[in-house]
């Protein structure tokens, strides 16, 4: 799989990684930090959290009945939530942008990297998507206090 790295740099934070589908920003804050500035920047945004995935206690506790021994996360969390104003407007665009719908942002600790905390969100096609893709990067961005 092909990967674009797009390298930029920031106080207390790594390069921004761009994927083929992911964008993602390391800090080291801690997990609990990031997850708090992600709650209150989605809030600043006038959303609601419509979800939030345990990933990484799901994959964690089923582990062993899965026949692993990799702990793959020490944490991680999938937040999703919607915006009415930005969804209707991509959606009178192209019907088919509900596909997008809700949005997600992800936050995780790897065992690779304990004192780091990356946050992230899956990039958008070329055209009306992309004001989504702006949106989920003002909300990344401000949990980690670089925006």
């Known amino acids: 799989m092909r990967s674009i790295f797009l390298a930029a740099t920031f106080a207390l934070l790594s390069a921004p990684l761009m994927a083929q589908d992911v964008i993602t920003y390391t800090t080291d804050e801690s997990f609990d930090d990031v997850i708090f500035g992600l709650e209150n920047a989605i809030l600043d945004e006038g959303l609601v959290v ?3 995935s345990h990933v990484g206690t799901m994959l964690e ?14 944490n991680a969390d999938v937040y999703s939530f919607c915006s009415a104003v930005l969804s209707r407007q991509v959606m009178e665009v192209d019907p088919l942008n509900v596909r ?12 690779d990297a304990p ?4 946050i992230g969100y899956r990039a958008y096609p070329e055209g009306e998507m992309k004001i989504i893709e702006a949106l989920l990067d003002r909300i990344a961005k401000s949990a980690i206090g670089i925006e």
């Open 115 to 118: 004192d780091q905390t990356t």
């Open 50 to 52: 419509d979800g939030l």
């Open 100 to 111: 997008f719908c809700p949005y997600d942002i992800f936050v995780m600790q790897t065992p």
């Open 61 to 74: 506790r089923t582990r062993a009945d899965l026949g692993s021994d990799v702990t793959i996360f020490l």
